[in-house]
């Protein structure tokens, strides 16, 4: 499986694309609350439960039927200010951009199509479903069985493991702890600030640099795009950072 492109971008959509997580969103206003998530947000980080578990018991709390979720989700969810500039700059340049999401693909579809316009049908996105019942009631299906409920990994692995003449020089995107299986597989993680993603990191040793919103990367992957910078130059940059500044947050 050769790859016809130099770069590629993956990326994780809620909190990343998106300024607010869609799913947290539902889960605080509609669901059970702020406080009950932020507890098991803790839990999948202090690995007492898995993601998959804590994000179900998340969703299933939220009753109102799909269609509204759709459409308060639509009135309430913001872009990522510098996300459509990059957009149109790496389609420009033949750079995939691919989403990863632990989110249900509806919603990312019409969020999308509101914040980004027609353009975003040309995003390919790989993600969980949902299963809208007769009565209105909807349950979240899982992409795969594993304890992320998504291994965002699998997408990434096929191109991670090009020969060298073959493979493209390979990006993530991320602010969560289900992010990190796929970041194993690029060359250069961005985590987003104030999020779980950079604690996870810190914790597990695993480089990355920070960004505010995607003028970030969308300035990190053009050095290297237009070679100013290679990757490990730029995730040096980030260590650097993260080690003189507070980064995350933990209350996230």
Same mark, same amino acid.
């Given at each position: 499986?050769a790859?016809q492109?130099?770069?590629m971008?993956?990326t994780?959509?809620?909190?990343?694309?998106?300024?607010?997580d869609?799913n947290?969103?539902?889960?605080d206003n509609?669901?059970?609350? !702020?406080?009950?998530r932020r507890e098991?947000?803790l839990a /999948?980080l202090?690995?007492?439960?898995?993601?998959? *578990?804590?994000f179900? %018991?998340m969703?299933?709390?939220?009753k109102l039927?799909f269609p509204?979720c759709?459409?308060?989700l639509?009135?309430?969810?913001?872009l990522?200010?510098?996300f459509a500039?990059?957009y149109?700059?790496?389609?420009?340049?033949?750079i995939?951009?691919?989403?990863?999401?632990s989110?249900?693909e509806?919603?990312?579809r019409?969020?999308?199509?509101e914040? !980004?316009?027609?353009?975003?049908e040309?995003i390919?996105? /790989?993600?969980?479903q949902?299963d809208?019942h007769e *009565?209105g009631?909807w %349950?979240?299906v899982?992409?795969?069985?594993?304890?992320f409920?998504h291994?965002k990994?699998?997408?990434?692995?096929?191109?991670?493991?090009?020969?060298t003449n073959e493979?493209p020089t390979?990006?993530?995107c991320?602010?969560?702890v289900s992010?990190?299986?796929?970041a194993?597989?690029?060359?250069?993680?961005?985590?987003?600030?104030?999020h779980?993603?950079i604690t996870?990191?810190?914790k597990?040793?695993?480089p990355f640099k920070v960004f505010?919103?995607?003028?970030d990367?969308h300035?990190?992957?053009q050095?290297?795009f237009e070679?100013?910078?290679?990757?490990q130059?730029i995730a040096e940059?980030g260590?650097k950072?993260?080690?003189?500044e507070?980064?995350a947050?933990p209350?996230?």
């Amino acid at each position: 499986m050769a790859s016809q492109h130099k770069f590629m971008v993956f990326t994780d959509f809620d909190g990343t694309i998106t300024r607010t997580d869609s799913n947290d969103f539902l889960t605080d206003n509609v669901g059970y609350g !702020v406080q009950r998530r932020r507890e098991l947000n803790l839990a /999948v980080l202090e690995e007492t439960w898995t993601f998959r *578990d804590a994000f179900k %018991d998340m969703l299933d709390s939220v009753k109102l039927p799909f269609p509204q979720c759709i459409d308060l989700l639509v009135k309430n969810i913001k872009l990522d200010p510098g996300f459509a500039d990059f957009y149109k700059w790496a389609t420009d340049n033949d750079i995939p951009v691919i989403v990863l999401s632990s989110g249900m693909e509806p919603i990312i579809r019409a969020l999308l199509k509101e914040l !980004v316009g027609p353009t975003a049908e040309g995003i390919k996105i /790989v993600s969980n479903q949902v299963d809208i019942h007769e *009565d209105g009631t909807w %349950d979240i299906v899982f992409h795969d069985d594993s304890h992320f409920g998504h291994d965002k990994s699998l997408a990434i692995r096929p191109y991670a493991h090009l020969p060298t003449n073959e493979r493209p020089t390979l990006f993530y995107c991320g602010d969560g702890v289900s992010d990190l299986s796929a970041a194993r597989e690029t060359d250069l993680l961005f985590a987003k600030v104030g999020h779980d993603l950079i604690t996870y990191c810190q914790k597990e040793g695993f480089p990355f640099k920070v960004f505010r919103d995607f003028k970030d990367i969308h300035r990190d992957i053009q050095d290297v795009f237009e070679g100013k910078k290679t990757t490990q130059q730029i995730a040096e940059e980030g260590a650097k950072q993260a080690a003189e500044e507070n980064l995350a947050d933990p209350e996230k």
